[in-house]
């Protein structure tokens, strides 16, 4: 087949682990032919997505520019490609789905989505940072012209920004079926938005080869026990809490370095700040943005991975830990606690306690047979439950039930 991937930034050469990558990377491995169209942004260099065209992993990669419409360069770059036979189309936030979505349909190409992320939608939660925390709201949600003139008519100052909603959400009633990377994400679309097209739930998976693969040395010198924070420094991503959690760990640790890697660096001063508050900025090493073999090399010699959260839409980097043989601890929300099985592969711990963030670090660096035995469940966890090969097969299934109507 000529398969199609619909994504945001995805396949790129810095990221090993991006979705739309592994995604097209296990397909090429099983013989199809992939394109991707993805954003160009040549103002963020570090992501990769400044060249119009590559070949990555046997992946034709083009970059069009995000606009919903009229979105010229991507409808003429559709017309040009060859045929395509199914088009997978992922990200809640996707502005190129709008026109996409709408041209492959009218060219009977079948599409799937996977959303990866109900609750970043900013139009079905009040709350992005701390979603749990709030009632989500499916009734704003704009699918069609109808719900988007009536809107308008009720509320014309706000004309733009129900256009914008409406771009957003109209692909979903277009698209044939969800394939949804995790259950939560499915009982969202079924229970909460009402869809009934939702394909068995297919997680996502790691570039297994470089995870595997040879990395250097560290670039910084780093005293033990290591332990980093991998991470948007957002509110969602609970930088917060493992600062907290910090000084009970110092204590017991004094040398211990608590390494933050982040392409996001917005709240880098309230991170400083506070660590200085809490008496820990000597133990607080800010690297920002590293190379994915840097970031494997730090795992690789790492104590402990936490991982705390507010909301995830998957959690990739609890999969890196168990893969570079990392015990990881986060919390035990959705999503995540389809990942991590409380003392089996990782430590579960609840939401926003970061006394029991700190107990749990504690406990893997004071217990070396539970850091081993998590370290095992991890490695385990990566070869029966995430596999590529398998996985990319569950996908192709997928797509076989789409392209036949068999659902």
Not at 42 to 47: D, F, G
Not at 135 to 148: D, F, K, N
Not at 386 to 404: D, H, I, K
Request: with cysteine.
């Amino acid at each position: 087949m000529h398969i199609l991937i619909l994504g945001l930034g995805g396949v790129t050469r810095q990221f090993h682990n991006w979705p739309e990558r592994t995604l097209g990377q296990a397909l090429v491995a099983a013989g199809h032919q992939v394109t991707a169209i993805t954003y160009h942004q040549p103002a963020q260099p570090h992501l990769g997505l400044n060249e119009r065209v590559e070949q990555i992993d046997g992946i034709t990669v083009y970059r069009v520019t995000p606009t919903f419409f009229p979105a010229i360069e991507l409808l003429n770059l559709l017309r040009i490609l060859p045929r395509i036979d199914l088009a997978h189309g992922l990200h809640p936030r996707n502005v190129l789905a709008f026109q996409a979505v709408r041209w492959l349909k009218s060219r009977g190409v079948p599409v799937v989505w996977t959303w990866l992320g109900p609750y970043h939608d900013r139009w079905l939660v009040d709350d992005r940072e701390r979603p749990y925390e709030v009632a989500p709201h499916p009734e704003r949600l704009i699918y069609t012209p109808g719900q988007l003139a009536r809107r308008i008519a009720a509320t014309p100052s706000g004309a733009r920004e129900l256009l914008r909603n409406y771009a957003i959400h109209a692909p979903m009633r277009q698209v044939d079926a969800f394939l949804p990377c995790s259950d939560h994400e499915a009982r969202v679309l079924r229970d909460q938005l009402g869809f009934t097209n939702i394909l068995p739930t297919v997680p996502l998976w790691l570039d297994m080869d470089f995870m595997h693969g040879a990395a250097p040395p560290l670039d910084v010198q780093l005293t033990e026990p290591i332990i980093p924070y991998i991470g948007q420094l957002t509110v969602r991503k609970c930088y917060d809490m493992v600062v907290d959690a910090m000084p009970a760990v110092v204590a017991r640790y004094p040398a211990a370095s608590f390494v933050f890697v982040t392409h996001n660096p917005e709240q880098r001063e309230q991170l400083q700040a506070l660590a200085a508050q809490h008496g820990v900025a000597a133990n607080l090493h800010f690297l920002g943005a590293i190379s994915e073999a840097q970031k494997l090399a730090l795992l690789r010699a790492s104590d402990v991975l936490p991982f705390p959260s507010r909301y995830e839409g998957f959690g990739l980097p609890l999969l890196e830990g168990m893969a570079a043989g990392t015990p990881v601890i986060s919390t035990d929300i959705p999503v995540v606690n389809e990942i991590v099985r409380d003392g089996e592969n990782g430590l579960l711990v609840p939401y926003d306690d970061s006394a029991a963030l700190a107990a749990a670090m504690l406990r893997v660096l004071d217990e070396p047979a539970l850091r081993a035995k998590l370290v095992a469940g991890g490695t385990q966890a990566i070869a029966e439950r995430f596999a590529p090969s398998a996985l990319v097969g569950e996908v192709l299934a997928g797509y076989e039930q789409v392209r036949t109507g068999k659902r």
